[in-house]
């Protein structure tokens, strides 16, 4: 894990030299985990940034708080860390201050994923300073996975099976969604177990699954992300659960929806996920190197027209250590599939007020069309 991200460090070296980019600050913990190794558990939410200076002619410098520096370090590669505190003089502004200098003639941020915290920050002591944005030169690099990234992913996809079973498993009439968002990340929990050590860099990955589980029932499945309450399954419910912010495996994350019905499934109930599942495995079906991300889109817009259905949804999206990044499968995105690329496929009907229709599957596009990340049934699956 730690020399791959060095050799990334050394590929953004060289794309920054050709284009005469000196240095840039990354915010984000995805960005930051793809270069540098680690990722922290605090972070923004309580004030204290963490950041990772990338230059082009120089290693990498870590930025981070007192309190996490012992753990950083035995994570990251990087030597060069720097620490602050969160009083005195030597806070995170000093800091990041010393190491960019009084006059920088621009300075290459992430734009829409930079903190407020952070930006206030470069208005108030860089004044007329150009923020520019360095997204393009990762994303050339983090849109093709190797075949190290596409082992976890598929790891995290086994993690994900394991998850939807427990899913399928605590569903019962008078069974409360909360215990199915329960066994769920237990079970998650204990998947990912199985597959790490307590040793070196792993020691410091957790197996827990966590994050509130968007799971609805009923007529509520229109309603697309609503999170488990104490509501009661009956008899002809259906059950969504969207697994999109839980899948994940030493940060790598993946898309991965499933729809079950209670007992029965009523004729409605059935066309409306039969045409969400179809025009999922038509997207799929139409993977392949070479076409446009938004061909896949205009494959499963056809099959919802077809059965007099409109859908606001785009039809995937790339993922990796980020929970959204480029490109997306979506009418407008003219990018080139190419083998390497993953994806979240999802397939999905809202008739609001009465019931949805969803499946959604994550893929890695090969030399010859693409393989599943994801797998589970995908049929009709009545409980």
């Not at 940034?49 to 120089?58: I, Q, Y």
């Amino acid at each position: 894990m730690l020399q791959q991200c060095k050799d990334r460090y050394k590929q953004l070296q060289q794309a920054m030299q050709a284009d005469g980019i000196t240095q840039a600050v990354l915010s984000d913990e995805s960005s930051i985990a793809y270069y540098a190794g680690f990722w922290g558990y605090l972070g923004i939410e309580f004030g204290r940034p963490t950041m990772l200076l990338v230059r082009a002619d120089d290693d990498p410098v870590v930025i981070t708080p007192l309190m996490e520096s012992e753990m950083v370090a035995a994570m990251t590669w990087v030597e060069n860390i720097q620490v602050w505190m969160d009083s005195g003089p030597r806070g995170w502004p000093a800091v990041l201050g010393e190491l960019l200098g009084e006059s920088p003639h621009s300075i290459y941020v992430e734009r829409s994923l930079m903190p407020a915290i952070l930006r206030n920050y470069f208005d108030e002591v860089y004044p007329g300073v150009a923020l520019r944005e360095f997204a393009p030169w990762m994303n050339r690099q983090r849109v093709i996975k190797s075949a190290e990234e596409i082992s976890i992913m598929k790891r995290a996809g086994e993690i994900a099976a394991a998850m939807m079973s427990a899913a399928e498993d605590s569903l019962a009439e008078g069974a409360p969604e909360y215990e199915s968002a329960l066994a769920v990340m237990n079970a998650g929990t204990r998947s990912a177990a199985g597959f790490l050590t307590d040793a070196g860099w792993e020691a410091f990955v957790s197996p827990l699954i966590h994050n509130l589980q968007i799971l609805q029932s009923g007529q509520d499945t229109s309603m697309v992300h609503r999170r488990a309450r104490l509501k009661k399954y009956a008899a002809g419910d259906p059950v969504y659960f969207c697994f999109c912010n839980m899948a994940q495996f030493k940060l790598y994350k993946l898309g991965f929806d499933r729809m079950f019905f209670v007992s029965e499934i009523s004729d409605q109930q059935r066309v409306v996920q039969e045409t969400a599942v179809a025009a999922q495995q038509a997207a799929i079906s139409a993977i392949k190197p070479g076409i446009e991300a938004q061909s896949v889109a205009e494959v499963a817009n056809e099959v919802y027209q077809s059965a007099g259905y409109e859908t606001g949804y785009r039809t995937g999206r790339s993922i990796g250590m980020s929970y959204l990044e480029a490109p997306e499968l979506k009418i407008g995105d003219t990018t080139l599939l190419q083998p390497g690329m993953t994806f979240a496929v999802d397939g999905g009907i809202s008739v609001d007020g009465v019931c949805g229709g969803r499946i959604g599957d994550s893929i890695v596009v090969t030399e010859h069309g693409c393989d599943y990340i994801t797998n589970y049934r995908r049929e009709i699956m009545v409980v």
